[in-house]
């Protein structure tokens, strides 16, 4: 039986059914509802401002974007959300998705934390962003109405304490790799969650630079 939620009818075919199992096999509760709440957030926001998206590939998209902070990853130097995309991208040729489709998936993926430039490229790309921002920040609400909203929370609950569950699953999957977290929001991640954190500063590296003036 097919699950619809304020509309939004959740993909339900083997490929989705695949992308959401790993999800769960490999990642806390708490970002398995979110990944439901940021694809129906996403899918409401797009048909407001009547962009024409594949539900399928969003929905995929939403099931990765956090999957590069699964164990599995552990020991990876690279920024999280470059694992996150390059697996989804794995994912998707072994399903023979197009070439493009699966670009627009990872870029989408590799680009949603890059706040305020993820929105040029491909609808994608602008409502997977969109859909994290809502769910993260209460980004949107005025584009989403508040019976959707519940009807959205009612489907996939937030956590008792989800604000507080979901930066300490960020920071239990940038912990070992603390220097990805440089110019975007894992400094302020492991600022918060890891006393012996250091933020490096863009101020100090040009200042310290080799240059002498």
Avoid at 10 to 16: C, G, Q, T, V
Avoid at 21 to 43: E, T, Y
Avoid at 184 to 191: F, H, I, Q, R, T
Wanted: net charge negative.
């Amino acid at each position: 039986m097919r699950i619809h939620v304020a509309g939004v009818t959740i993909p339900d075919s083997e490929m989705a059914t695949q992308a959401m199992a790993l999800l769960k096999r490999d990642l806390p509760r708490v970002l398995i509802s979110h990944a439901f709440r940021v694809f129906i957030f996403s899918s409401l926001i797009g048909r407001r401002r009547m962009l024409d998206f594949s539900p399928e590939m969003l929905f995929v998209a939403a099931a990765f974007h956090h999957h590069g902070l699964a164990p599995r990853f552990s020991g990876s130097t690279r920024r999280f959300e470059l694992d996150s995309a390059d697996a989804a991208a794995h994912f998707l040729h072994q399903h023979g998705i197009a070439r493009q489709e699966v670009r627009n998936v990872r870029d989408a993926i590799a680009l949603h934390s890059t706040f305020g430039l993820n929105g040029f490229e491909s609808p994608l790309i602008e409502l997977l962003s969109a859909g994290v921002e809502t769910d993260l920040m209460g980004c949107h609400f005025d584009e989403i109405s508040d019976s959707d909203r519940r009807a959205v929370v009612q489907a996939y609950p937030r956590e008792r304490a989800f604000k507080s569950l979901v930066i300490e699953a960020l920071a239990d999957g940038i912990m070992w790799r603390p220097a990805t977290s440089f110019g975007n929001v894992g400094a302020d991640v492991l600022e918060r969650c890891n006393p012996d954190f250091y933020r490096i500063s863009f101020c100090g590296l040009v200042l310290g630079s080799q240059w002498e003036t």
